[in-house]
């Protein structure tokens, strides 16, 4: 049975969804302040009969931008409803989407990633009602994107986008390092990043007098943040261990496989010399010229078009048995308030606006959940590489407390994990006993 959180306690997940994840954090979303622009009738100015309806989201990079101008498409095409836009940072998002429920007036659409939804429909928050009203049809949908909104056999969402891990690679530097394609396995990506790896003599990483104190060029970067640990979570998946669930009341998970994923990443950085330590942006550097291929989803796509660097993108690397890779959502979804038909129709209209014109929203390099919206990203540069990635993406659970079990920020199970893997070379098993622990803490409280 679903349990009832009593207001005070309700306050006080407020701070522990404070250190919510996305998917996404070197990620332009991750990013930022807030921003609750809207077109010439913001607020109820101006709005004359229209019925006003509040969206918040949590983007604060060129997403942000390109959803602020689909709110204002919406506004503009019609009289009927305005659509008051709010977004920024998840983390603040959440603590006053939690505020706002204990005073009454939460916004009629809340943006999240599926696995916050478990949390927030614990505590009775969210209104899957609403998503009955929209009449949504699986067959429009990918079964990754459709799947991420429901909890415990309930619907409580609307598919926005999909996304997943990819590799980034300058197309200038492979071809003087003659390569003609980007690596597809494990042993052709540790090849490929140690001759294109140089120290300030000019020296290769898989040359005889290769200097590891003195690169001017790197191989290969990652950002080493709790993105490490979605990096681990698709390589377990590789090797057909998939150890996080929704209902998990303890991690039950193959000890070397984990060891194998962990020792994976640890070689690329301290063994082979190939990942810049430390990193924080790997985009940054690439972008910078100091990096030949890169890590991270196609949030990154629009600052890459952005620059003068002849870039593609592929599928992450196979490193073990088979295809898979770390890959998130977003949703929409309802916050429980009592609206009327006007306002239940507004929140209907323009839902089901913004799904039929998804097309647009792939120029924000996320990937739209909508059949229709995919097919518009698959025009667009670099993308295909993500699109191929779904069939075989692995997802974060929606567990009643994924928001602690999976926080980005400090202290968080997943995030010490990750510097301990990349940051201070930790051994591999210790990691994999320490997060264990870590994880069962949280689980047993």
Same mark, same amino acid.
């Given at each position: 049975?679903?349990?009832?959180?009593?207001? !005070?306690?309700?306050?006080?997940?407020?701070?522990?969804?404070?250190?919510?994840?996305?998917?996404?954090?070197?990620?332009?979303? $991750?990013?930022?302040?807030?921003? @609750?622009?809207?077109?010439?009738?913001?607020?109820?100015?101006?709005?004359?009969?229209?019925?006003?309806?509040?969206?918040?989201?949590?983007?604060?990079?060129?997403?942000?931008?390109?959803?602020?101008? !689909?709110?204002?498409?919406?506004?503009?095409?019609?009289?009927?409803?305005?659509?008051?836009?709010?977004?920024?940072?998840?983390?603040?998002?959440?603590?006053? %989407?939690?505020?706002?429920?204990?005073?009454?007036?939460?916004?009629?659409?809340?943006?999240?990633?599926?696995?916050?939804?478990?949390?927030?429909?614990?505590?009775?928050?969210?209104?899957?009602?609403?998503?009955?009203?929209?009449?949504?049809?699986?067959?429009?949908?990918?079964?990754?994107?459709?799947?991420?909104?429901?909890?415990?056999?309930?619907?409580?969402?609307?598919?926005?986008?999909?996304?997943?891990?990819?590799?980034?690679?300058?197309?200038?530097?492979?071809?003087?390092?003659?390569?003609?394609?980007?690596?597809?396995?494990?042993?052709?990506?540790?090849?490929?990043?140690?001759?294109?790896?140089?120290?300030?003599?000019?020296?290769?990483?898989?040359?005889?007098?290769?200097?590891?104190? $003195?690169?001017?060029?790197?191989? !290969?970067?990652?950002?080493?943040?709790?993105?490490?640990?979605?990096?681990?979570?698709?390589?377990?998946?590789?090797?057909?261990?998939?150890? /996080?669930?929704?209902?998990?009341?303890?991690?039950?998970?193959?000890?070397?496989?984990?060891?194998?994923?962990?020792?994976?990443?640890?070689? !690329?950085? /301290?063994?082979?010399?190939?990942?810049?330590?430390?990193?924080?942006? +790997?985009?940054?550097?690439?972008?910078?010229?100091?990096? +030949?291929? %890169?890590?991270?989803?196609?949030?990154?796509? #629009?600052? &890459?078009?952005?620059?003068?660097?002849?870039?593609?993108?592929?599928?992450?690397?196979?490193?073990?048995?088979?295809?898979?890779?770390? @890959? +998130?959502?977003?949703?929409?979804?309802? #916050?429980?308030?009592?609206?009327?038909?006007?306002?239940?129709?507004?929140?209907?209209?323009?839902?089901?606006?913004?799904?039929?014109?998804?097309? @647009?929203?792939?120029?924000?390099?996320?990937?739209?959940?909508?059949?229709?919206?995919?097919?518009?990203?698959?025009?667009?540069?670099?993308?295909?590489?993500?699109?191929?990635?779904?069939?075989?993406?692995?997802?974060?659970?929606?567990? #009643?407390?994924?928001?602690?079990?999976?926080?980005?920020?400090?202290?968080? #199970?997943?995030?010490?994990?990750?510097?301990? +893997?990349?940051?201070?070379?930790?051994?591999?098993?210790?990691?994999?006993?320490?997060?264990?622990?870590?994880?069962?803490?949280? &689980?047993?409280?």
């Amino acid at each position: 049975m679903r349990k009832k959180f009593g207001w !005070l306690q309700t306050v006080a997940l407020a701070v522990i969804i404070s250190m919510i994840a996305v998917g996404c954090a070197s990620d332009p979303k $991750n990013s930022g302040g807030g921003n @609750g622009a809207s077109d010439n009738n913001a607020g109820g100015a101006g709005t004359g009969e229209k019925v006003r309806i509040d969206y918040w989201g949590g983007w604060t990079g060129a997403d942000l931008n390109t959803m602020q101008e !689909l709110v204002n498409q919406f506004n503009r095409e019609q009289n009927e409803v305005h659509v008051e836009f709010t977004s920024m940072q998840w983390t603040p998002l959440f603590t006053k %989407f939690l505020t706002e429920v204990r005073g009454g007036n939460p916004p009629e659409i809340l943006a999240m990633h599926p696995f916050e939804l478990g949390q927030f429909a614990e505590m009775n928050v969210l209104d899957a009602r609403m998503v009955n009203e929209l009449n949504l049809n699986k067959d429009d949908y990918s079964d990754f994107a459709w799947e991420g909104t429901f909890y415990g056999g309930t619907q409580y969402g609307v598919p926005l986008d999909v996304h997943t891990h990819g590799l980034f690679y300058n197309k200038a530097m492979l071809e003087e390092a003659g390569f003609s394609a980007p690596p597809k396995t494990g042993e052709e990506l540790i090849a490929m990043a140690r001759k294109l790896t140089i120290d300030t003599n000019g020296k290769r990483a898989d040359e005889d007098g290769f200097d590891p104190n $003195n690169i001017k060029q790197y191989g !290969l970067s990652f950002n080493m943040n709790h993105h490490i640990f979605y990096q681990i979570l698709g390589l377990l998946a590789q090797q057909n261990e998939r150890p /996080f669930t929704e209902d998990m009341t303890a991690i039950e998970m193959d000890e070397q496989k984990f060891v194998n994923a962990v020792k994976f990443l640890q070689d !690329l950085v /301290f063994k082979y010399n190939v990942v810049p330590k430390g990193e924080k942006s +790997a985009v940054d550097s690439f972008v910078g010229g100091n990096v +030949a291929m %890169f890590v991270d989803g196609p949030w990154q796509i #629009p600052k &890459l078009a952005g620059s003068d660097i002849e870039w593609g993108s592929a599928p992450y690397p196979q490193v073990f048995e088979q295809p898979a890779v770390w @890959g +998130a959502a977003e949703i929409l979804t309802f #916050p429980k308030k009592d609206l009327d038909d006007k306002k239940k129709q507004a929140v209907v209209k323009f839902v089901t606006w913004l799904d039929q014109n998804s097309g @647009g929203w792939a120029q924000s390099g996320q990937l739209p959940s909508s059949k229709a919206g995919m097919e518009v990203a698959k025009g667009l540069e670099g993308r295909d590489a993500f699109i191929q990635s779904l069939d075989y993406s692995v997802m974060l659970p929606a567990h #009643p407390k994924s928001t602690q079990l999976f926080s980005s920020t400090a202290p968080s #199970p997943i995030l010490t994990a990750a510097q301990d +893997a990349v940051l201070n070379n930790k051994d591999a098993s210790a990691i994999a006993a320490q997060l264990k622990k870590d994880m069962e803490a949280i &689980l047993a409280d």
